[in-house]
């Protein structure tokens, strides 16, 4: 048994425990796959329960939910949280597709003087979760809208009940950028304007949130 299959028999976290004892066995030897799943239990040996650490916010369902996609999601095509650009982290570039059609990328959205708010629909989102993302996005604009520009990164299996003029939407048709930021279900990304990842949450909580732009927008 390797080191890292030792260190999990010996967590203490219950909810590390439960995820060893009913999931670990099925784990595959693909070595992607492994090194996916090494980190998301890493994560969960730890207590974060819901509060807030340092620039991210992850709900322990969460977690869980992550260590299932591993698990019954084929290694090439796997979306990885923990893989995914991290506070204080450089953000990743994708294309993506605007309403009209038109081709853009990420990087276009990064060269200006204010924050950019990534709203991911995931990939099986469902009204209510839109609904979040939504209300944050009306949130922000009416409480920082000089400081931030607001987009919902859309899969192509979203369906979004109304519509919203505090949101920039850009389809995501082939998940590029779904994938590069471990977006399997919704979540958010704040990108600074030198491009870097100042905050990250799955799922996204609006009090969590303001709690964060209180803190740096004073």
Known sequence: MSDFFTRINNVRSSLAQKIRNNIGPKISEVENVRKSYRNAVSELSIDYGFSSIVGENVARDSLIGMVNNLLHTKSEHLIDWQSAPKPGERALDAALTKANGEKIRLYDLCKSTEHQLLLFTGLNS?????QVLLSIAEFTKQNYGQQINTHLIVSPSTILEGSNQSVNHLNDPELIAHRKYGASSVCLFLVRPDGYIAYRAIPPSIDAFQTY??????
């Open 126 to 130: 469902v009204p209510i979760s839109n």
């Open 213 to 218: 732009l209180q803190s740096i927008f004073k």
